[in-house]
């Protein structure tokens, strides 16, 4: 074979080898951060995206949504707020096997397999994929004038949930550059997302088109919420309530035992969260139960809808559970279980 030979077989075999990579599709896995890949199709990057992590920063942050402050010399320093922490409200973890479900079963049947915590706010766990916070009823708690600075930008949002929803203090600058190096850290993967096989081919096709990825960026996006509706509804009424007498007792259980207790068991002395000591003692139960007819802060039926404002003398205060977070039924799972308890 003569050089022109030579040259000519290499060429065709550098064409056909760089042919074969254009056709690879684009190595995802399983721990793929989201945010990655909408960015890699032309998506526009958030404000408070975080690109390269900080590990000290992470850890910080880590801190302050667990503890409520970075630890020093074995005590938290400068809390954040003296009556809650974020941890308190908000799981950090997937609260459903994919990241579009927002249905409370699904969330609670989720819960029990994995014995987590069943609380009222929404998880952080894929708080930075989102664009919308303090979403639907929020403001007729908080206000429109605290709300909508907050609605569609996350940095407000930590402000007026750690302000207001705490009952405590602002974040630094600083503070606030590690919290986001932490939810960033935390934000949804590709294993989050109820993809099929083909929507995968879709999403990591090489050279897509302007279109194409736009569709695919669509695509993404439709497998989780963008903003977690918020409910609030007003309690059963009486003559339509079960009082215990109909529900189901092991969703009751977990739910008096991971939601309820999650901020008013003795235990919970860190940050003096409640003044109602509710342990598993009978007197607990008997009470409860005695205000299943009622309107008021003692009726489980009335409290979870309307929660208790904040005041200057009981800065701690009880949330309150929107539709999304805890069904009809589910009160009525809780108040049998209750019920049950209180006889023994």
């Not at 969330?107 to 664009?131: C, D, V």
């Not at 139960?285 to 005695?290: G, P, R, V, Y």
């Not at 005041?311 to 039924?329: A, D, F, G, T």
Request: aromatic share 8%; proline share 4%.
């Amino acid at each position: 074979m003569n050089r022109i030979s030579i040259i000519i077989v290499a060429i065709i075999a550098c064409g056909a080898l760089t042919a074969s990579m254009l056709v690879q599709p684009i190595s995802y896995d399983g721990q793929t951060p989201v945010s990655s890949i909408l960015m890699a199709l032309g998506d526009a990057t958030p404000s408070h995206y975080v690109g390269t992590q900080d590990a000290e920063k992470i850890e910080k942050g880590k801190d302050l949504v667990m503890t409520g402050g970075p630890w020093m010399d074995g005590k938290v320093e400068y809390r954040l707020s003296d009556h809650f922490v974020c941890i308190d409200c908000h799981n950090i973890q997937p609260e459903a096997p994919f990241a579009d479900d927002n249905d409370p079963d699904s969330r609670l049947q989720y819960a029990k397999e994995f014995n987590q915590a069943y609380l009222p706010g929404s998880t952080l766990y894929g708080i930075t994929n989102r664009t919308s916070w303090f979403n639907g009823d929020h403001e007729k708690k908080y206000g429109k004038e605290l709300v909508d600075p907050a609605r569609h930008d996350l940095k407000n949002a930590i402000q007026l949930c750690s302000k207001e929803c705490s009952v405590g203090r602002e974040l630094t600058d600083d503070e606030m550059e590690s919290m986001l190096h932490f939810l960033n850290a935390i934000e949804l993967k590709l294993k989050d997302l109820n993809l099929s096989g083909d929507e995968m081919a879709q999403i990591a096709k090489v050279g897509q088109s302007a279109e194409e990825k736009a569709a695919s960026i669509k695509l993404i996006k439709s497998k989780y919420l963008d903003g977690y509706p918020a409910t609030f509804a007003e309690e059963i009424p009486t003559k339509e309530r079960k009082m215990g007498k109909e529900g189901n007792l092991e969703n009751g259980k977990w739910i008096y035992e991971k939601s309820c207790l999650h901020c008013h068991s003795p235990q919970k002395t860190i940050t003096d969260r409640t003044l109602f000591g509710s342990g598993k003692d009978q007197k607990d139960f008997k009470w409860l139960a005695s205000y299943f007819k009622k309107s008021n802060g003692g009726s489980v039926y009335w409290i979870t809808r309307h929660g208790t404002a904040s005041k200057e003398h009981i800065p701690q205060y009880m949330p309150i559970y929107s539709q999304e977070k805890l069904s009809n039924s589910q009160v009525e799972d809780l108040a049998a279980y209750i019920l049950v308890e209180s006889k023994k």
